[in-house]
Protein backbone atom coordinates (compact mmCIF):
# COMPACT_ATOMS: atom_id res chain seq x y z
CA UNK A 1 0.00 0.00 0.00
CA UNK A 2 2.78 2.55 1.20
CA UNK A 3 4.97 1.33 -1.85
CA UNK A 4 2.60 1.89 -4.56
CA UNK A 5 1.21 5.12 -3.15
CA UNK A 6 -2.38 4.01 -1.53
CA UNK A 7 -1.23 5.00 1.82
CA UNK A 8 0.64 7.81 3.26
CA UNK A 9 2.60 7.40 6.37
CA UNK A 10 3.47 9.79 9.15
CA UNK A 11 6.89 9.05 11.29
CA UNK A 12 6.57 8.84 14.67
CA UNK A 13 10.06 10.04 16.28
CA UNK A 14 8.73 11.91 19.73
CA UNK A 15 7.03 10.61 22.65
CA UNK A 16 3.30 11.36 22.40
CA UNK A 17 -0.47 10.55 21.92
CA UNK A 18 -1.62 10.45 18.60
CA UNK A 19 -4.38 9.38 16.64
CA UNK A 20 -4.92 7.57 13.43
CA UNK A 21 -8.08 6.91 11.03
CA UNK A 22 -9.39 4.03 9.35
CA UNK A 23 -7.51 2.79 6.78
CA UNK A 24 -10.33 2.38 4.26
CA UNK A 25 -11.60 5.66 4.24
CA UNK A 26 -8.06 7.69 4.71
CA UNK A 27 -5.01 6.60 3.30
CA UNK A 28 -3.27 6.96 6.32
CA UNK A 29 -0.51 5.04 8.42
CA UNK A 30 2.25 5.58 10.77
CA UNK A 31 6.03 3.95 10.68
CA UNK A 32 8.38 4.04 14.21
CA UNK A 33 11.73 3.30 12.66
CA UNK A 34 13.64 5.06 15.65
CA UNK A 35 15.44 3.22 17.86
CA UNK A 36 15.56 0.52 15.58
CA UNK A 37 18.84 -0.40 13.41
CA UNK A 38 18.06 0.09 9.40
CA UNK A 39 16.27 -1.30 7.50
CA UNK A 40 13.48 -2.60 10.41
CA UNK A 41 10.34 -0.65 12.00
CA UNK A 42 7.21 -0.50 12.84
CA UNK A 43 3.84 0.38 11.13
CA UNK A 44 0.50 1.13 12.93
CA UNK A 45 -2.39 0.73 10.59
CA UNK A 46 -6.31 1.83 12.13
CA UNK A 47 -8.41 -1.25 10.42
CA UNK A 48 -12.03 -1.33 10.49
CA UNK A 49 -14.45 -4.01 9.50
CA UNK A 50 -16.65 -2.02 6.99
CA UNK A 51 -16.75 -1.01 3.34
CA UNK A 52 -13.92 -3.33 1.56
CA UNK A 53 -12.55 -4.47 4.24
CA UNK A 54 -16.35 -5.84 5.90
CA UNK A 55 -14.84 -9.58 5.32
CA UNK A 56 -11.85 -8.79 7.82
CA UNK A 57 -12.21 -11.34 10.97
CA UNK A 58 -13.29 -9.86 14.34
CA UNK A 59 -14.33 -6.04 15.62
CA UNK A 60 -11.36 -3.98 14.01
CA UNK A 61 -8.36 -1.95 15.96
CA UNK A 62 -4.93 -1.10 15.16
CA UNK A 63 -3.11 -3.81 13.05
CA UNK A 64 0.65 -3.49 14.32
CA UNK A 65 3.28 -4.47 11.61
CA UNK A 66 7.12 -5.53 12.08
CA UNK A 67 8.74 -5.65 8.86
CA UNK A 68 12.50 -6.35 8.86
CA UNK A 69 13.74 -5.72 5.67
CA UNK A 70 17.32 -7.58 5.63
CA UNK A 71 15.25 -10.52 6.34
CA UNK A 72 16.39 -12.37 3.15
CA UNK A 73 13.67 -15.17 3.57
CA UNK A 74 11.07 -13.03 2.88
CA UNK A 75 8.22 -14.42 3.95
CA UNK A 76 9.26 -18.45 3.43
CA UNK A 77 10.67 -18.53 7.41
CA UNK A 78 7.81 -18.66 10.24
CA UNK A 79 9.01 -18.54 13.51
CA UNK A 80 7.45 -17.73 17.30
CA UNK A 81 8.67 -18.28 20.87
CA UNK A 82 9.59 -21.87 21.60
CA UNK A 83 10.54 -22.90 17.69
CA UNK A 84 13.82 -24.27 16.65
CA UNK A 85 15.09 -21.16 15.15
CA UNK A 86 13.69 -18.20 16.70
CA UNK A 87 13.87 -15.16 16.47
CA UNK A 88 16.48 -16.29 13.60
CA UNK A 89 13.32 -17.28 11.60
CA UNK A 90 10.84 -14.35 11.03
CA UNK A 91 8.93 -13.37 8.61
CA UNK A 92 10.41 -10.22 6.42
CA UNK A 93 6.89 -8.70 7.38
CA UNK A 94 5.06 -9.82 10.66
CA UNK A 95 1.95 -8.97 11.70
CA UNK A 96 2.31 -8.58 15.61
CA UNK A 97 -0.89 -10.48 17.03
CA UNK A 98 -2.24 -9.02 20.39
CA UNK A 99 -3.01 -11.88 21.79
CA UNK A 100 0.58 -13.85 21.05
CA UNK A 101 -0.58 -16.85 20.20
CA UNK A 102 1.08 -16.62 16.90
CA UNK A 103 -1.78 -17.97 15.01
CA UNK A 104 -0.18 -16.71 11.46
CA UNK A 105 3.17 -18.78 11.51
CA UNK A 106 1.97 -21.85 12.79
CA UNK A 107 -1.32 -21.57 9.90
CA UNK A 108 -3.65 -22.18 12.86
CA UNK A 109 -5.93 -20.27 11.92
CA UNK A 110 -6.80 -17.39 9.45
CA UNK A 111 -6.51 -14.88 11.56
CA UNK A 112 -9.17 -13.53 14.45
CA UNK A 113 -9.78 -10.87 16.71
CA UNK A 114 -7.01 -11.85 18.89
CA UNK A 115 -4.96 -9.78 16.33
CA UNK A 116 -5.89 -6.09 17.46
CA UNK A 117 -4.06 -3.94 19.20
CA UNK A 118 -7.66 -1.92 21.16
CA UNK A 119 -8.18 -1.24 24.65
CA UNK A 120 -6.70 -2.90 26.96
CA UNK A 121 -4.01 -4.53 25.23
CA UNK A 122 -0.66 -3.10 24.63
CA UNK A 123 2.83 -3.36 22.64
CA UNK A 124 5.68 -3.00 25.17
CA UNK A 125 9.18 -3.35 25.09
CA UNK A 126 10.48 -7.98 25.25
CA UNK A 127 11.99 -7.23 29.01
CA UNK A 128 8.06 -7.34 29.83
CA UNK A 129 8.24 -10.88 28.96
CA UNK A 130 5.52 -10.54 26.81
CA UNK A 131 5.60 -11.71 22.67
CA UNK A 132 4.97 -10.17 19.99
CA UNK A 133 7.19 -7.19 21.26
CA UNK A 134 8.65 -3.66 20.55
CA UNK A 135 11.85 -5.28 20.70
CA UNK A 136 14.42 -5.54 17.25
CA UNK A 137 15.19 -8.78 16.32
CA UNK A 138 17.16 -8.27 12.98
CA UNK A 139 19.95 -11.08 12.38
CA UNK A 140 18.39 -12.80 15.47
CA UNK A 141 19.45 -10.70 17.87
CA UNK A 142 17.17 -9.10 19.92
CA UNK A 143 17.80 -5.84 21.08
CA UNK A 144 15.32 -3.48 22.83
CA UNK A 145 14.19 -0.20 21.56
CA UNK A 146 12.90 0.55 24.65
CA UNK A 147 9.49 1.51 22.73
CA UNK A 148 5.79 1.44 24.26
CA UNK A 149 2.40 1.69 22.99
CA UNK A 150 -0.24 2.35 25.40
CA UNK A 151 -3.69 4.22 26.07
CA UNK A 152 -5.49 2.40 23.21
CA UNK A 153 -8.77 3.28 22.28
CA UNK A 154 -11.79 0.92 21.51
CA UNK A 155 -12.46 0.32 18.27
CA UNK A 156 -13.46 3.04 15.92
CA UNK A 157 -13.10 4.99 12.89
CA UNK A 158 -10.51 7.32 14.49
CA UNK A 159 -8.25 5.66 17.36
CA UNK A 160 -5.73 7.25 19.60
CA UNK A 161 -3.36 5.53 21.53
CA UNK A 162 0.08 6.64 23.16
CA UNK A 163 3.50 5.85 22.11
CA UNK A 164 6.75 6.36 24.71
CA UNK A 165 10.36 5.51 24.91
CA UNK A 166 11.38 7.63 21.97
CA UNK A 167 12.15 10.78 24.22
CA UNK A 168 10.20 14.07 24.14
CA UNK A 169 10.03 16.36 21.23
CA UNK A 170 12.29 19.25 21.26
CA UNK A 171 11.33 23.00 22.21
CA UNK A 172 11.26 24.18 18.40
CA UNK A 173 10.30 20.67 16.59
CA UNK A 174 7.19 21.56 14.71
CA UNK A 175 4.02 18.97 16.22
CA UNK A 176 4.23 15.38 16.34
CA UNK A 177 1.39 13.82 13.42
CA UNK A 178 -1.63 13.17 14.33
CA UNK A 179 -4.03 13.85 11.97
CA UNK A 180 -7.52 14.96 12.08
CA UNK A 181 -8.38 17.06 8.94
CA UNK A 182 -9.35 14.83 5.99
CA UNK A 183 -6.84 14.76 2.83
CA UNK A 184 -7.55 16.49 -0.03
CA UNK A 185 -8.12 13.30 -1.96
CA UNK A 186 -10.48 10.90 0.47
CA UNK A 187 -10.14 7.16 -1.17
CA UNK A 188 -14.19 5.85 -0.61
CA UNK A 189 -13.30 2.80 -1.96
CA UNK A 190 -10.76 -0.11 -2.45
CA UNK A 191 -7.97 0.50 -5.60
CA UNK A 192 -8.07 -1.87 -8.10
CA UNK A 193 -6.30 -5.37 -6.64
CA UNK A 194 -2.52 -5.87 -7.30
CA UNK A 195 -2.59 -9.48 -8.97
CA UNK A 196 0.36 -11.57 -6.57
CA UNK A 197 2.82 -13.59 -7.93
CA UNK A 198 4.72 -17.11 -7.08
CA UNK A 199 7.32 -14.65 -5.27
CA UNK A 200 4.82 -13.37 -2.74
CA UNK A 201 3.28 -16.78 -1.83
CA UNK A 202 5.14 -17.86 1.47
CA UNK A 203 6.14 -21.50 1.81
CA UNK A 204 3.99 -24.73 2.97
CA UNK A 205 5.20 -24.05 7.06
CA UNK A 206 3.95 -20.32 6.00
CA UNK A 207 -0.01 -19.06 6.72
CA UNK A 208 -0.44 -18.68 3.07
CA UNK A 209 -4.21 -18.55 2.70
CA UNK A 210 -5.10 -16.32 5.81
CA UNK A 211 -7.15 -13.48 5.85
CA UNK A 212 -4.19 -10.95 6.44
CA UNK A 213 -2.47 -12.87 3.62
CA UNK A 214 -3.12 -10.14 0.69
CA UNK A 215 -1.65 -7.45 3.52
CA UNK A 216 1.54 -8.75 4.44
CA UNK A 217 2.16 -9.34 0.52
CA UNK A 218 1.33 -5.87 -0.23
CA UNK A 219 3.43 -4.49 2.50
CA UNK A 220 6.33 -6.59 0.95
CA UNK A 221 7.11 -4.24 -1.38
CA UNK A 222 8.01 -1.59 0.71
CA UNK A 223 11.56 -2.25 0.59
CA UNK A 224 11.49 -1.65 -3.06
CA UNK A 225 8.86 0.62 -3.47
CA UNK A 226 8.19 3.03 -1.04
Known amino acids: KIGIGWMKPEFIEYDGEYSLRASNLYPESFIIEKNFPPGEYLIIENRQVRDYDEQLPGNGGLLIYHVDELQQSGQTRAGWPGSQ ?3 FDHYRVA ?10 EKASNAGDNGDYYSYPRELLPGSSGIHP ?6 FGEWTSTGISITDISAPGEVMTFRVSGLGPAPPSAAAVPSPTTPPPSIRTSAPSAVPATADDEPSSTASATTTWGCVLATLWTIPLLY
Open 133 to 138: STDSYQ
Open 95 to 104: LNQADGNFDL
Open 85 to 87: FWP
